[in-house]
């Protein structure tokens, strides 16, 4: 082992050895210790812990090296939790380990990668046995450092981990009392949603709108929510109050353009849309099944898709190519949409054998009348290759990044 990760792993014993139940004092000395410790061996300049808080990000403790003191990052200083790095990573939206910000295109709209500036970033979630996320490990610096590997995410990640332990053991009273009970904030509908445009990249214009809900960060990130829903046999309720409230968001974006949301296969087998339709009429809803769940009768799902497609509501299968589940429901579904999967689309027009499968996947839609969108989109490149095979419709962040729906959001 070479002499840095034995320095860490002396640092790490030491700091973990301390009992958290000996009071808040031992807590943040060890939480100390731990940053100490990561910030050294990574060379990075900061490395804080954050908790998610009614909103907003708090730093919960910070330390940096003596001659870099950004501003805003201090032990108790506090802001919005959306449009930080914080929030991005854990909603999967920013890479967890970086080697250099300047070049990853979902960070540029964040003013700290410029201004302080940010080049190195790691950053990981420190959840709960509740499965709730307290917050986010983090250490940055302003020099990009291409060593940085998944062993070192790995190393981030145990620490983590570890935290979380004495996290929940000092503080589980206060934590309880921090955390709203999903169930009753699905029942007031205590949620915000985000609409990312979809484009024919053809005529450069958006042609539709997928929504995305956004729970507050103490919650977890989106996904984490729902699985935790679906555990809970929440998710009915939930899909249902996502369902009810899309006619208001309806109302948002321009009467050419259609709205696709995410639904279980749960829900779809329960979904009746003649109500919905009567409030926003045809054709202007698509919904999405992904791979994640199982399907137990095909032949009685695909009744279902065949009576909804013909109430003028299309269906799209996401995540395409992630997974042998996303083919089945393709094939036995007959979808009118098919979403390719963003591992597909990045750095596509350099990989022989992802360029081969998209465009198989592009063949077959044509064979069968299924329109195509590519995922995930973020370099000229990508989209330029899409468009020499034929695949026109797209959606990421070269296209547009996900707006917050709030009074008086205006979509072309």
């Known amino acids: 082992m070479c002499a840095p990760f034995q320095m860490f792993t002396g640092q790490i014993k030491d700091a973990f050895l301390i009992d958290a139940q000996s009071g808040p004092d031992a807590l943040r000395w060890k939480k100390r210790k731990v940053?100490?410790?990561?910030?050294?061996?990574?060379?990075?300049e900061v490395a804080f812990i954050s908790r998610f808080e009614a909103g907003d990000r708090v730093f919960d403790e910070v330390e940096s090296s003596f001659d870099f003191d950004p501003p805003g990052v201090a032990r108790g200083a506090r802001g919005p939790a959306q449009g930080s790095?914080?929030?991005?990573?854990?909603?999967?939206?920013?890479?967890?380990?970086?080697?250099?910000?300047?070049?990853?295109?979902?960070v540029q709209?964040?003013?700290?990668?410029?201004?302080?500036?940010?080049?190195?970033?790691?950053?990981v979630p420190i959840r709960l046995s509740n499965g709730r996320c307290f917050g986010m490990l983090c250490a940055f610096g302003r020099k990009p450092d291409l060593t940085l590997s998944l062993r070192d995410q790995a190393m981030f990640e145990l620490c983590a981990a570890l935290l979380a332990r004495d996290i929940e053991t000092s503080a589980q009273a206060e934590d309880a009392d921090r955390d709203p009970p999903l169930q009753a904030a699905i029942a007031a509908g205590d949620f915000a949603f985000a609409l990312q445009p979809i484009f024919d990249m053809a005529r450069d214009a958006p042609i539709?709108?997928?929504?995305?809900t956004r729970f507050a960060p103490e919650f977890g990130p989106t996904e984490e929510v729902f699985r935790r829903a679906k555990y809970l046999d929440l998710i009915l309720p939930l899909e249902e109050v996502i369902l009810q409230r899309a006619p208001e968001v309806l109302a948002l974006i321009p009467p050419h353009a259609f709205l696709s949301l995410n639904l279980s296969v749960s829900t779809f087998e329960d979904f009746d849309p003649a109500p919905l339709l009567a409030q926003v009429g045809p054709g202007r809803l698509v919904l999405e099944l992904t791979?994640?769940?199982r399907v137990a009768d095909y032949a009685s799902l695909a009744a279902r898709v065949a009576r909804a497609q013909a109430s003028a509501?299309?269906?799209?299968?996401?995540?395409?190519?992630?997974?042998?589940?996303?083919?089945?429901?393709?094939?036995?579904?007959?979808?009118?949409i098919v979403k390719i999967d963003r591992a597909l689309i990045s750095g596509i027009e350099g990989s022989a054998a992802q360029g081969s499968f998209v465009a198989a996947l592009a063949d077959y839609a044509r064979a069968t009348g299924t329109q195509v969108i590519a995922?995930?989109?973020e370099r000229i490149e990508e989209r330029?290759?899409?468009?020499?095979?034929?695949?026109?419709?797209?959606?990421?962040?070269?296209?547009?990044?996900?707006?917050?729906?709030?009074?008086g959001l205006v979509l072309a």
Do not use: K
């Not at 790095?85 to 295109?105: F, K, S």
């Not at 330029?384 to 009074?407: E, K, N, S």
């Open 35 to 44: 940053l100490n410790a990561l910030r050294e061996t990574f060379g990075m």
């Open 208 to 212: 539709g709108y997928e929504l995305f």
């Open 291 to 293: 791979e994640h769940e």
């Open 375 to 377: 995922e995930g989109i």
């Open 109 to 123: 709209d964040i003013a700290a990668t410029r201004d302080w500036p940010i080049g190195a970033h790691v950053s």
């Open 313 to 336: 509501v299309r269906l799209a299968i996401d995540d395409v190519g992630a997974g042998y589940a996303s083919f089945r429901h393709v094939m036995q579904l007959r979808p009118d």
């Open 384 to 407: 330029d290759w899409l468009l020499a095979h034929g695949i026109t419709w797209g959606q990421g962040y070269l296209l547009g990044r996900p707006q917050m729906v709030r009074p």
């Open 85 to 106: 790095y914080c929030l991005r990573v854990l909603e999967g939206e920013v890479p967890a380990l970086i080697h250099d910000a300047r070049t990853v295109a979902s």
